[in-house]
């Protein structure tokens, strides 16, 4: 049987983690983006800016802190503030369990 080259499957956009570098579909992961010098979790991806997108896991949080990631993915200098992207992260964690 011929094929048309068509697949029925639709495409999911895809996104790497700036922590552990890992690729997920766009929802499975958590965009965010920084504000004056802070990293600020944007669950709703309506933030305006560059974001960069990272499991919802302190362990990737972690990751993307020591490899310096977030000033790279922002396209800025010097260091950012992470403690709010943190707490936010530590609080879905521990709601999950």
Do not use: N
């Not at 990272?54 to 260091?79: E, I, K, M, N, W």
């Not at 992470?82 to 709601?95: K, P, S, V």
């Amino acid at each position: 049987m011929p094929s048309s080259g068509r697949t029925h499957v639709r495409a999911r956009p895809e996104r790497t983690c700036v922590g552990c570098r890992k690729r997920a579909a766009k929802h499975q992961l958590l965009r965010v983006t920084a504000v004056e010098g802070v990293c600020v979790p944007d669950p709703r991806g309506a933030l305006p800016g560059r974001g960069a997108h990272l499991h919802s896991d302190p362990a990737c949080l972690d990751l993307a802190v020591r490899r310096r990631a977030f000033p790279r993915a922002f396209r800025l200098q010097g260091t950012l503030d992470t403690e709010r992207l943190r707490e936010f992260i530590e609080e879905r964690a521990g709601g999950a369990s």
